[in-house]
């Protein structure tokens, strides 16, 4: 094997290697090196991308302005909420509460289940405690991939193997809360200090009790801080499940739209609104005493 | 020349910040000036700018009286003097000669200002005052990247580039370690020496004060206690600023 | 046994015992919380309830199983318009655009509810409005924007449009809360003006805050993107429902396959990026 040249020196970036600086010399003589602006190659890049995209989506602003009074005519419906939704009318009611507490079970139960399976994988991908470097990289990628997949998605696949209904929607919602915890957690993991863990290991406990004891203090009020971060994010994500059958809301917004009756939507919008409002009220109040 | 006649400042809330001031500092003068916090250190250096509006008495710099001055033609007489912050107040995100180009905006018109457009003249003229203080190389180099006394020295370079004939330092050595301090303080030195800046400097570093300065104001509560060249400072006078508390520094 | 558990009324150091005894008494604290949330969980497992899989579960299990694994490569690299490629580019195409038109849109609702501008009623009654927009969920945004612009990727760009203003004011407004004002003082003393001021001393400090924000949400975006063909407003997500319904498990593979590549690649160049406007 040939061994590697030291490498020391200040290595310039690929694009001043390309493209050399130029040198700008002082009435004095002095030199300094003057790195080519990046900022005209970007702009040509981003407008490229620009045109391309707008190209791809058939871009027409026109149609906006043409057609933009149905958007007007659909939000003014919208905004006229059917209250016989609220109490008005008993089967209504109970037909917009049912899916509502169906979604809010759905994401309770999905980032409680999901949270909690995240917090072990989080641990062993947390390259300061999991040393065998096999094992971190394979569960990383997984979870990459876990959270590259969309939950509607996941909610489609789980309502094809489970069968229409909220179960399908809490697994979709399991799957999701767990990549996303187990990737903020591994990656707060890996900022504690190891100091106490060293300092339990040296009077004998075994990887698992050093951990529980000396690390655990450290990662609960963040860990908790996320599990209730992903609940906020969770009771959207619950709320359109239904498109695919999956259960709760996303069924009485489908149905609703397949029959134009934008006032019983803006109902459901506006529960949706007020559950979103308070949950999330709720959770930042409970992170901020976390912090 | 800087002359204060009685220049006194009373703040909206009814504390002194300074009394009857007379003072005249002459061109290329080297000035320190010492007291605890809060005695009105800071509130002198920043009348003379007029980042505070004193409100008795008449200030004078260069023949033109500072409180007179409103709207435009304040703007062109804060060209003549730079001040330097203790925080350096650099967009930390641009890069070292950006920073020192703000400093000729004012003279710009508002296109060249709108699109960020420099003629090269500035441009030379900016690396020009980064290598006056010993940091042309890192002229492309944003200012996150760089140590406290180099980005103290890149502010001291953005001063520099809009010519000024005096200069303001607010604790400009105060978030610095000893030896950088020397370094920036030796800046400051040979800025004035050699293109007759004056410099007022405030300063907690007595030391640091005695050593490179040729001047000494010393202030406490908003009165001038002591007016002299350096090299008659002694301790007593010192104790005397200070309220006799002991000063924590080297001694002499 | 001695109940005193001040310090005051004792001259002599505390036991063993009474410090024991004057241990802070949280368990009624952590009772509660574990009450609460086996309530929560007891109440929501009411409606969940697993009803063994569906008729066809198992073999559907399998059907995408295999399909992931032996991905329709004919379809993968075709370059027609029902192609993998295509279909992602189209993708990405309305992340693109629909985050840049939501970033230029959020300027403005960032700064008008951004209570260090404006005055507070004001910014609440943006705020307000913004957690609006941010409620009303992406597909029902698309299912609106369908009826103006009907059923193709311009319906996805308008959508994703929308969708991005509440997350990006959000974080566009903690961009302009942490702008260092100090600049605008040395900026001041050097005698610039209103104009100047901002131009020199704001500017250059939340247009990089700014950029990282719109590539940050872009890679929410692209997720969001593939997810809207599901309501017919273009990209990858219509193909993949149908091939999905009608069981074409090696085509779902393709598309699957193409899209977590995707995904990966853009979740690396969005870190990178964001990086470097951070580092430099």
Same mark, same amino acid.
Not at chain 3, 1 to 10: D, E, G, H, P, Q
Not at chain 3, 81 to 100: D, F, K, R
């Given at each position: 094997?040939?061994?590697?040249?030291?490498?020391?020196?200040?290595?310039?970036?690929?694009? #001043?290697?390309?493209?050399?600086?130029?040198?700008?010399?002082?009435?004095?003589?002095?030199?300094?090196?003057?790195?080519?602006?990046?900022?005209?190659?970007?702009?040509?890049?981003?407008?490229?991308?620009?045109?391309?995209?707008?190209?791809?989506?058939?871009?027409?602003?026109?149609?906006?302005?043409?057609?933009?009074?149905?958007?007007?005519?659909?939000?003014?419906?919208?905004?006229?909420?059917?209250?016989?939704?609220?109490?008005? #009318?008993?089967?209504?009611?109970?037909?917009?509460?049912?899916?509502?507490?169906?979604?809010?079970?759905?994401?309770?139960?999905?980032?409680?289940?999901?949270?909690?399976?995240?917090?072990?994988?989080?641990?062993?991908?947390?390259?300061?405690?999991?040393?065998?470097?096999?094992?971190?990289?394979?569960?990383?990628?997984?979870?990459?991939?876990?959270?590259?997949?969309?939950?509607?998605?996941?909610?489609?696949?789980?309502?094809?193997?489970?069968?229409?209904?909220?179960?399908?929607?809490?697994?979709?919602?399991?799957?999701?809360?767990?990549?996303?915890?187990?990737?903020?957690?591994?990656?707060?993991?890996?900022?504690? #200090?190891?100091?106490?863990?060293?300092?339990?290991?040296?009077?004998?406990?075994?990887?698992?009790?050093?951990?529980?004891?000396?690390?655990?203090?450290?990662?609960?009020?963040?860990?908790?801080?996320?599990?209730?971060?992903?609940?906020?994010?969770?009771?959207?994500?619950?709320?359109?499940?239904?498109?695919?059958?999956?259960?709760?809301?996303?069924?009485?917004?489908?149905?609703?739209?397949?029959?134009?009756?934008?006032?019983?939507?803006?109902?459901?919008?506006?529960?949706?609104?007020?559950?979103?409002?308070?949950?999330?009220?709720?959770?930042?109040?409970?992170?901020?005493?976390?912090? | 020349?800087?002359?204060?006649?009685?220049?006194?400042?009373?703040?909206?809330?009814?504390?002194?910040?300074?009394?009857?001031?007379?003072?005249?500092?002459?061109?290329?003068?080297?000035?320190?000036?010492?007291?605890?916090?809060?005695?009105?250190?800071?509130?002198?250096?920043?009348?003379?700018?007029?980042?505070?509006?004193?409100?008795?008495?008449?200030?004078?710099?260069?023949?033109?009286?500072?409180?007179?001055? +409103?709207?435009?033609?304040?703007?062109?007489?804060?060209? +003549?003097?730079?001040?330097?912050? /203790?925080?350096?107040?650099?967009?930390?995100?641009?890069?070292?000669?950006?920073?020192?180009?703000?400093?000729?905006?004012?003279?710009?018109?508002?296109?060249?200002?709108?699109?960020?457009?420099?003629?090269?003249? /500035?441009?030379?003229?900016?690396?020009?005052?980064?290598?006056?203080?010993?940091?042309?190389?890192?002229?492309?180099?944003?200012?996150?990247?760089?140590?406290?006394?180099?980005?103290?020295?890149?502010?001291?370079?953005?001063?520099?580039? /809009?010519?000024?004939?005096?200069?303001?330092?607010?604790?400009?050595?105060?978030?610095?370690?000893?030896?950088?301090?020397?370094?920036?303080?030796?800046?400051?030195?040979?800025?004035?020496?050699?293109?007759?800046?004056?410099?007022?400097?405030?300063?907690?570093?007595?030391?640091?004060?005695?050593?490179?300065?040729?001047?000494?104001?010393?202030?406490?509560?908003?009165?001038?206690?002591?007016?002299?060249?350096?090299?008659?400072?002694? /301790?007593?006078?010192?104790?005397?600023?200070?309220?006799?508390?002991?000063?924590?520094?080297?001694?002499? | 046994?001695?109940?005193?558990?001040?310090?005051?009324?004792?001259?002599?150091?505390?036991?063993?015992?009474?410090?024991?005894?004057?241990?802070?008494?949280?368990?009624?604290?952590?009772?509660?919380?574990?009450?609460?949330?086996?309530?929560?969980?007891?109440?929501?497992?009411?409606?969940?309830?697993?009803?063994?899989?569906?008729?066809?579960?198992?073999?559907?299990?399998?059907?995408?199983?295999?399909?992931?694994?032996?991905?329709?490569?004919?379809?993968?690299?075709?370059?027609?318009?029902?192609?993998?490629?295509?279909?992602?580019?189209?993708?990405?195409?309305?992340?693109?655009?629909?985050?840049?038109?939501?970033?230029?849109?959020?300027?403005?609702?960032?700064?008008?509810?951004?209570?260090?501008?404006?005055?507070?009623?004001?910014?609440?009654?943006?705020?307000?409005?913004?957690?609006?927009?941010?409620?009303?969920?992406?597909?029902?945004?698309?299912?609106?924007?369908?009826?103006?612009?009907?059923?193709?990727?311009?319906?996805?760009?308008?959508?994703?449009?929308?969708?991005?203003?509440?997350?990006?004011?959000?974080?566009?407004?903690?961009?302009?809360?942490?702008?260092?004002?100090?600049?605008?003082?040395?900026?001041?003393?050097?005698?610039?003006?209103?104009?100047?001021?901002?131009?020199?001393?704001?500017?250059?400090?939340?247009?990089?805050?700014?950029?990282?924000?719109?590539?940050?949400?872009?890679?929410?975006?692209?997720?969001?993107?593939?997810?809207?063909?599901?309501?017919?407003?273009?990209?990858?997500?219509?193909?993949?429902?149908?091939?999905?319904?009608?069981?074409?498990?090696?085509?779902?593979?393709?598309?699957?396959?193409?899209?977590?590549?995707?995904?990966?690649?853009?979740?690396?160049?969005?870190?990178?990026?964001?990086?470097?406007?951070?580092?430099?």
């Amino acid at each position: 094997m040939k061994k590697k040249t030291t490498e020391n020196a200040y290595k310039a970036p690929l694009f #001043d290697r390309i493209i050399k600086p130029r040198t700008i010399t002082l009435p004095n003589g002095h030199t300094v090196q003057k790195p080519v602006s990046r900022t005209p190659f970007i702009a040509v890049i981003v407008l490229a991308v620009i045109y391309i995209s707008a190209k791809v989506t058939g871009f027409d602003f026109g149609i906006i302005i043409k057609r933009g009074n149905q958007l007007g005519y659909i939000l003014g419906r919208i905004f006229h909420p059917n209250w016989s939704y609220f109490g008005g #009318d008993a089967a209504n009611t109970s037909k917009l509460f049912s899916a509502l507490f169906d979604t809010i079970k759905m994401s309770i139960m999905g980032s409680v289940i999901g949270a909690t399976l995240a917090l072990p994988i989080a641990v062993l991908s947390s390259t300061n405690i999991n040393k065998t470097g096999a094992v971190v990289w394979a569960l990383r990628i997984l979870l990459m991939i876990i959270r590259t997949l969309p939950t509607l998605i996941i909610a489609k696949f789980a309502a094809l193997i489970f069968g229409l209904g909220t179960f399908a929607g809490t697994i979709a919602i399991i799957v999701f809360t767990f990549g996303i915890v187990a990737k903020m957690m591994y990656e707060s993991i890996e900022t504690i #200090d190891m100091g106490a863990f060293e300092a339990t290991e040296s009077f004998g406990a075994n990887k698992f009790q050093a951990f529980w004891s000396a690390c655990m203090p450290q990662i609960l009020p963040t860990y908790l801080s996320y599990c209730l971060y992903s609940l906020e994010m969770n009771i959207r994500a619950a709320a359109i499940l239904g498109y695919v059958g999956a259960g709760g809301l996303g069924i009485l917004i489908n149905e609703f739209i397949g029959w134009r009756d934008y006032e019983s939507l803006g109902a459901v919008l506006l529960a949706l609104f007020v559950v979103v409002f308070i949950i999330e009220n709720t959770s930042q109040y409970l992170r901020k005493k976390l912090s | 020349m800087i002359e204060f006649k009685h220049v006194d400042k009373v703040y909206p809330n009814g504390v002194k910040g300074l009394k009857d001031i007379n003072l005249t500092i002459d061109q290329g003068e080297f000035v320190a000036i010492i007291g605890l916090s809060g005695a009105g250190k800071s509130t002198l250096i920043r009348t003379i700018n007029r980042m505070i509006d004193v409100t008795g008495g008449q200030l004078i710099v260069d023949g033109t009286d500072v409180m007179t001055l +409103k709207g435009r033609a304040m703007r062109r007489y804060r060209r +003549k003097i730079g001040m330097i912050f /203790q925080s350096y107040n650099l967009v930390t995100r641009a890069t070292a000669i950006k920073n020192v180009l703000t400093s000729m905006v004012p003279d710009m018109n508002f296109f060249r200002v709108l699109l960020g457009l420099f003629t090269k003249e /500035q441009k030379m003229h900016a690396l020009e005052a980064l290598d006056k203080v010993g940091i042309l190389d890192k002229a492309y180099t944003r200012c996150d990247q760089l140590s406290g006394g180099q980005q103290q020295r890149v502010s001291l370079a953005r001063t520099l580039n /809009q010519s000024p004939t005096i200069i303001l330092a607010d604790e400009p050595v105060a978030a610095l370690d000893p030896i950088t301090a020397k370094q920036v303080m030796s800046d400051f030195k040979r800025i004035n020496e050699e293109m007759n800046i004056t410099v007022l400097i405030n300063i907690h570093h007595v030391d640091l004060a005695l050593t490179y300065c040729t001047r000494v104001i010393g202030i406490r509560a908003g009165e001038i206690v002591y007016d002299g060249p350096t090299t008659s400072v002694t /301790q007593e006078i010192l104790d005397d600023i200070y309220n006799g508390a002991t000063i924590p520094t080297a001694e002499k | 046994m001695a109940k005193t558990k001040s310090l005051l009324t004792n001259d002599r150091p505390l036991t063993i015992e009474e410090a024991y005894n004057a241990r802070p008494q949280l368990w009624w604290l952590y009772t509660l919380i574990v009450l609460i949330v086996a309530a929560l969980l007891g109440w929501s497992g009411t409606s969940i309830t697993y009803k063994g899989l569906a008729t066809k579960g198992l073999t559907i299990a399998q059907g995408i199983g295999n399909g992931l694994l032996h991905p329709d490569t004919n379809l993968l690299f075709n370059l027609t318009n029902e192609g993998v490629p295509y279909q992602l580019l189209q993708t990405v195409a309305i992340a693109v655009l629909g985050t840049i038109i939501g970033g230029i849109l959020a300027i403005p609702f960032s700064f008008l509810a951004c209570d260090k501008i404006v005055p507070k009623p004001v910014a609440v009654v943006f705020r307000a409005i913004i957690l609006g927009i941010r409620t009303i969920p992406s597909l029902v945004w698309a299912l609106v924007w369908i009826r103006v612009t009907g059923p193709n990727a311009f319906c996805g760009v308008v959508t994703e449009s929308v969708c991005s203003i509440g997350m990006i004011c959000k974080m566009y407004i903690t961009a302009i809360e942490d702008i260092d004002t100090k600049i605008l003082e040395s900026l001041d003393a050097s005698g610039c003006n209103g104009f100047q001021k901002i131009r020199y001393g704001i500017l250059p400090q939340i247009i990089p805050n700014f950029i990282s924000t719109v590539i940050y949400r872009f890679d929410i975006n692209v997720k969001d993107a593939t997810t809207l063909g599901i309501v017919g407003a273009g990209g990858i997500g219509a193909a993949l429902i149908q091939c999905m319904n009608s069981s074409r498990w090696s085509m779902v593979g393709a598309y699957l396959c193409g899209m977590i590549v995707l995904m990966i690649l853009i979740e690396m160049f969005s870190t990178k990026v964001r990086a470097k406007l951070a580092r430099g």
